[in-house]
């Protein structure tokens, strides 16, 4: 199978437009890891406070925690830094680590979904293909994200991978094993620094209610939405400007569910080397030449989960 088709970008932008739109920041990629940290460690601090607090601290911190994911996704694409050993340690220590991802490991799969997105050897094609699915469905897996189920049964899955437990001895098993080795050892060195901080500051409680819950809840059921939203769905698998979705997401939504641009999923397939922080405006200035209304966007992510449930459930066979 060809590689999906691409879009040259002085097709639809000036070169002076391009050349803002694609302006790299050190400033304002490291910013953003900051940011992420920062809105993880006052939301603790809230709850810390005042406990009624965490209701609402538990999916913010899950949606940055997101947030770090997203970041190691922009330093999968070298858009933290302009020093390469910095981005990479920014992607891989400060975002993917703490998360239970590996920036190595993510990369190089990653960037094979760009070349073949939405084709068959795209790696990530079993994320968007049994959509759309029932209600029912839908509902069954929000509940096994919520409930921290999906959280147990990746990490029991990625633990036991890394141990080697049920693999066979093949040389593609053994890579396998090794792959989440590189994931698991730099998660639980990083949470065992996060419960060290805590537990010297008196809140050892907080790496359980603050930081884990949330990765086993909030965050895996957002992460959810993310994959849904992005590729689910599409009208054209074929169309650079259709095989991939921007959600317009409000305020609440950026806060809770699609933090760092993560929305402006069709531009960024685009143009896959656009800083995150650029999206907003290059999605601006196609709007302005009429440009988004021939590719994929919907208006919040409730519209998009309504489509991606809209498979009709199966009667009820007669007795």
């Given at each position: 199978m060809p590689a999906a088709k691409r879009i040259r970008p002085l097709d639809l932008f000036t070169r002076e437009e391009w050349a803002h739109v694609s302006q790299r920041s050190n400033l304002l990629g490291t910013g953003t890891v900051v940011h992420a940290w920062a809105v993880i460690a006052l939301a603790m601090a809230a709850a810390i406070w005042q406990p009624w607090l965490a209701i609402i601290a538990i999916p913010v911190i899950g949606?940055?925690?997101l947030g770090l994911a997203i970041l190691m996704h922009e330093a999968a694409h070298g858009g933290l830094h302009s020093n390469r050993r910095i981005n990479d340690f920014l992607g891989q220590w400060i975002c993917a680590a703490p998360v239970g991802a590996h920036l190595g490991n993510y990369r190089n799969y990653h960037l094979t979904?760009?070349?073949?997105?939405?084709?068959?050897?795209d790696p990530d094609l079993g994320l968007s293909a049994p959509f759309p699915v029932t209600r029912q469905s839908l509902r069954r897996k929000i509940i096994r994200d919520l409930t921290g189920q999906t959280?147990?049964?990746?990490r029991r899955n990625q633990f036991a991978n890394a141990m080697g437990l049920g693999i066979r001895k093949s040389k593609g098993q053994t890579n396998r094993a090794q792959s989440a080795r590189e994931a698991v050892i730099p998660f639980l060195a990083t949470n065992l620094i996060l419960l060290a901080g805590l537990t010297i500051a008196g809140y050892w409680w907080a790496y359980f209610v603050l930081w884990l819950?949330?990765?086993a809840t909030w965050n895996q059921l957002v992460t959810r939405l993310r994959n849904i939203a992005e590729h689910?769905?599409?009208?054209?698998h074929e169309d650079p400007m259709r095989h991939a979705r921007t959600t317009l997401a409000s305020w609440?939504?950026?806060l809770l569910i699609a933090p760092y641009w993560v929305n402006y999923h069709c531009e960024h397939h685009m143009f896959m080397h656009l800083p995150c922080y650029r999206l907003p405006r290059a999605h601006k200035l196609l709007a302005k030449k009429g440009v988004t209304a021939q590719m994929e966007v919907k208006q919040g992510y409730w519209g998009?989960?309504?489509e991606a449930s809209s498979k009709p459930a199966r009667p009820a066979?007669?007795?």
């Open positions: 949606a940055r925690q979904h760009h070349k073949y997105a939405q084709q068959p050897e959280f147990f049964k990746q819950l949330p990765m689910a769905v599409v009208p054209d609440w939504e950026k998009v989960l309504k066979v007669a007795v």
